[in-house]
C-alpha cells in the first residue's frame, strides 16, 4: 500500500507524489492529515494495526489517539487509563481543550482537569498535542455562548477574544513538561463559515501567530483536524 500526497497551487492539483510505502502490517490508513512546519510537509494518517514494538518498522511511527471530551472520561479514570495506554504502547496523546469548560466565564479561566491530566501524561511518560480551539467533538459544538451569533473568523469581538484566549491557555500551560506541540484547533470550520480561501489564511495565521507568541520553544500544527 503506497501513500500518495497531492499539493493545492492556486486552483491546480499537482501531480500525486508518493510519499511512503506502509508496511505489509498495516491494514488500512484513515483520516490523511497533511501540515506545514518551518517550510517541510508533514503526513498525519490513522493507521488500523496493532502496534508491534518488535517490528522493526514500530520505530517510523508516533503511536497516539485522542483523550478527553469534558466531562469524560470521568477523574477517577484517568489513572487506570494512563497506566493502560502505556502498557499498549500508546505514547502520544491529542487532548483537546474545550473553551467552554476552561473560560466558563469572561476572563475566568479553570485548570483544574487540564492540569491533572498534563501532570498524569508527564508522570506515565506520554506526550501530548493539544488542540486548542475545538470547534467539534463527536457532533457536539463548543464555541462559548457569548460568540455564538459571531463569525470567529471574521468578527473583530470574536478575534479579540480567541486571542485572548489563546495567550492565557499557552502562556499558563507552556510550564508544562509533557506537551510536545500546540495545535490550532479541531474542525475549527464548524465554528462559523469562513467566507473565501483568503479569510481561511488570515484566521490561520492570526491564530498561529498567537500561539507562537506565547511559547516560541514549541512547533504549531494543524489546520482543521
Known amino acids: 500500500m503506497a501513500l500518495l500526497l497531492v499539493f493545492l497551487s492556486g486552483m491546480a492539483w499537482s501531480q500525486p507524489q508518493r510519499v511512503m510505502d506502509t508496511p505489509s502490517w498495516v491494514k488500512w490508513v484513515l483520516a490523511p492529515e497533511v501540515h506545514k512546519y518551518n517550510g517541510a510537509y508533514y503526513m498525519l494518517v490513522t493507521l488500523k494495526a496493532p502496534p508491534d514494538p518488535a517490528n522493526p518498522a514500530f520505530k517510523s511511527f508516533l503511536y497516539g489517539t485522542q483523550y478527553y471530551r469534558a466531562p469524560t472520561p470521568l477523574p477517577t479514570e484517568w489513572e487506570g487509563d494512563m497506566q493502560a495506554?502505556?502498557?499498549?504502547?500508546?505514547?502520544?496523546?491529542?487532548?483537546?481543550?474545550?473553551?467552554?469548560?476552561n473560560e466558563p466565564r469572561e476572563d475566568e479561566y479553570v485548570f483544574d482537569d487540564v492540569d491533572r491530566l498534563m501532570d498524569l501524561a508527564e508522570k506515565h511518560g506520554i506526550r501530548l498535542i493539544v488542540p486548542l480551539l475545538t470547534g467539534q467533538m463527536t457532533f457536539r459544538n463548543y464555541i462559548p455562548p457569548a460568540l455564538a451569533n459571531r463569525n470567529p473568523f471574521s468578527d473583530p469581538y470574536a478575534l479579540m477574544w480567541e486571542g485572548r484566549y489563546l495567550e492565557c491557555m499557552v502562556t499558563r500551560l507552556k510550564a508544562k513538561k509533557a506537551i510536545a506541540a500546540w495545535e490550532s484547533g479541531n474542525e475549527a470550520r464548524i465554528l462559523g463559515k469562513c467566507e473565501n480561501p483568503d479569510q481561511a489564511e488570515f484566521w490561520q495565521r492570526y491564530v498561529q501567530d498567537v500561539i507562537r507568541r506565547a511559547d516560541p520553544s514549541r512547533p504549531v500544527v494543524g489546520v482543521d483536524g
Open 85 to 101: 495506554l502505556t502498557a499498549n504502547n500508546i505514547e502520544t496523546l491529542q487532548l483537546r481543550l474545550n473553551w467552554r469548560q
